[in-house]
């Protein structure tokens, strides 16, 4: 069993529309999590970092953490064509670390 | 921008070359880490340096190397490339003002192995 598991997709919507994104990973001792989100040809950009469980919200973007159930979950309101991208969940045991582990990422477009 | 500089941008090795890929960053601060982001991969962690010390390292041989000098900078080198060794190579450093957690990447560098 991989340490993060995220489904690839490809996730297709339309603009709009609500998009929810989700983790799943087995090492108990992950507190720190992240969202990235990718651009064709471009690094990762941080869009949600959260610590240990709870909820953060930060404009159209909703990031969850259930550390119970070993879950992640970001949501985007109104999906815009511009969120089109791959969005990369990572997570990390250690807060002094750049130690992360990602997800593999799910491919999103929104259609206008 | 991210204040994150990689070079070159793409680059196309033969199998048992060697490698070498750069790093800069204008934040000044003083680690730097390496990953390896295969084609529908999410990146994995090679290695993280701490004032020029490798302070961390992910599952990879001892062919992949790396340097941080004192301005910061920093060099991904990987010997006797393999096929396998096909990916993109990011350089990350900590965000400004963030905790070590929050890290800027750079666009990186596509290495395709032949």
């Known amino acids: 069993q991989k340490e993060v598991e995220q489904d690839p997709g490809p996730l297709s919507v339309p603009e709009g529309a609500i998009v929810s994104l989700n983790c799943t990973y087995s090492?108990?001792?992950?507190?720190?999590f992240m969202w990235y989100r990718q651009y064709s040809r471009k690094g990762p950009e941080l869009l949600m970092y959260?610590?240990?469980?709870g909820n953060k919200e930060d404009g159209r973007f909703t990031a969850q953490v259930d550390k119970s159930s070993k879950y992640i979950s970001l949501f985007i309101r109104d999906s815009q064509p511009s969120d089109s991208a791959t969005y990369l969940c990572?997570?990390?045991?250690?807060?002094?670390?750049?130690?992360?582990?990602f997800g593999k990422g799910t491919k999103l477009t929104v259609n206008p | 921008e991210t204040g994150v500089t990689q070079s070159p941008t793409h680059l196309i090795k033969t199998r048992g070359q060697q490698v070498t890929l750069r790093c800069s960053s204008q934040?000044?601060?003083?680690?730097v880490s390496w990953y390896q982001q295969a084609l529908g991969q999410g990146p994995q962690f090679i290695f993280q340096?701490?004032?020029?010390?490798?302070?961390g390292r992910g599952n990879f041989p001892p062919r992949f190397s790396g340097l941080q000098f004192p301005n910061y900078s920093s060099e991904l080198n990987v010997n006797a490339l393999e096929l396998d060794d096909s990916a993109l190579y990011l350089c990350?450093?900590?965000?400004?003002?963030?905790?070590?957690?929050?890290?800027?990447f750079g666009a990186g560098s596509r290495l395709t192995v032949l």
């Open positions: 990572a997570m990390s045991d250690q807060g002094g670390s750049e130690k992360l582990v």
């Open positions: 090492n108990s001792a992950f507190q720190y």
């Open positions: 959260t610590y240990s469980s």
């Open positions: 934040s000044g601060h003083n680690t």
């Open positions: 340096y701490y004032r020029e010390e490798e302070n």
């Open positions: 990350a450093t900590q965000g400004r003002g963030s905790g070590a957690n929050v890290l800027t």
